[in-house]
């Protein structure tokens, strides 16, 4: 067959980029277009995504892939943040970033209009208090004059499509991110939004994966799993049913591909998460904070005149002595920028560890603690689902990083098969060649990132000590209860 491209607009916590993703019927070629940093912005106290930016730097890099000719276009983003338009189409107020303070009291607030478990049943998702439902509850607790004139919600995502094409649409998996849809119907949780008092009028139709919008300059535009995790997921080269899946990057997402959501209790206990993916799966999973403790850790010495790669870190890391202190990665000391290396070590002061103080020992020390939590996520959602696992697939930035999945196969005590780095775009570009035709269904295109050369393989090593150090963790994460 003639190769056809199609443009994947990716953007995470960090950056963006614009791709050209070409198909000669037998693999996948990738071609960066246009790269630019994701930079929120402080206004009045309230952190914001600068999408006004964002909308000027994709349109620059579909202009870069207009000589490609491309087949079409597709837009994924990370989760939970929406925008609000008034019923002009104009957006109201640059939306505002999960990591911002204004939900920090609202999930008791919402417990006392809707008891959790109530929420859960009619929702499915993991409780975390960056979720788009406590976001719009700290509207309607202010009193928020935005929810007055709102006409329609838009995700993140959705936002960026309706910028594309005029179409006032929330796609599925994104739309499942928001705490507010049920899984059940099959719709926005109607019941739920009016306990809580959000209007209901502003939620528009939702519609999957695979779903022609409109065009953009003469480009069709089609909405893949909007939600980047469901695009990664989707590119996972598994080959067979019992796979667990780890999407690396500023958040780690730890789970199981499911044919339905699981709303038992014992999912409630585990506070695991039934997101939506595509070709009607689900993804079991749990948010694990991921390498944005890294990254913020990274931040604070380069602030201090220490300035470390990525890489040097690791060298670092791995050049430091083993378990010398673990924590939980998942505390709410981590959730919000800043000193993160004094929060690590304030950790260890109170857990009666001792504090690491070289960045190898603490760089190390957040590893170790990653790869601890991704066991126990894998444990929770495996005995949810009553299932096991013979492999785990990483995917996604993370696994540039060998020593960190070295430690995974180690403390899971499974293989791990990292691959591919570009999971979200690859993910985004294959719904869309399924789309127009050109790849039959979701297991010929897993196979299709299957035969790639970049994946590796790794054998799970000292598993007994892991085992012994997995125990201490455990123990650490009760006692910091």
Known sequence: MTAKTVLAVDLGAESGRVMAVAFDGRSLHLQELH????????????????????????????????????????????????????????????????????????????????????????????????????????????????LQIAATFLTAPDLLNYWLTGAK?????????????????????????????????????????????????????????????????????AQSADFAYISSGTWSLVGLEVDRPILTPEALAANVTNEGGVYGTYRLLKNVMGLWILQQCRAAWAAAGQNYSYAELVELAEAAEPFTAVFNPNDPAFLTPGDHPQRIRDYCRQTGQPEPTAPGAIVRSVLESLTLAYREVLEQVTAVAQRSVSVIHIVGGGTRNQLLNQMTANAAGLPVVTGPVEATVIGNALVQLITLGDIGDLAQARQIVAGRAELQQYEPQNTAVWDEVYGRYQQLILQKR
């Open 35 to 146: 790269r630019f940093p994701n930079t929120p912005v402080t206004l009045n106290n309230t952190l914001h995504w600068d999408f006004l930016r964002l909308w000027r730097e994709i349109q620059a890099g579909i202009e870069e892939g207009q000589a490609l000719q491309p087949a079409s276009l597709g837009v994924d983003t990370w989760g939970v943040d929406f925008a609000l338009l008034d019923s002009q189409g104009n957006l109201i107020g640059n939306p505002v970033h999960y990591r911002d303070g204004r939900t920090t009291d609202m999930m008791p607030r919402a417990f006392a209009k809707v008891p959790k478990a109530d929420i859960f049943a009619q929702t499915g998702i993991q409780f975390m208090s960056i979720n788009t439902l406590y976001q719009l509850l700290s509207l309607v607790e202010s009193g928020s004059p935005q």
């Open 169 to 237: 649409v929330c796609e599925f998996s994104s739309a499942t991110t928001t705490q507010l849809f049920n899984p059940t119907t099959g719709r926005w949780a109607t019941e739920l939004i009016a306990q809580l008092d959000i209007p209901g009028h502003i939620f528009p139709e939702i519609v999957p994966p695979g779903t022609r919008l409109g065009a953009y300059q003469h480009i069709p535009v089609i909405a893949p799993a909007c939600h980047d995790t469901g695009s990664a997921v989707a590119a996972v080269p």
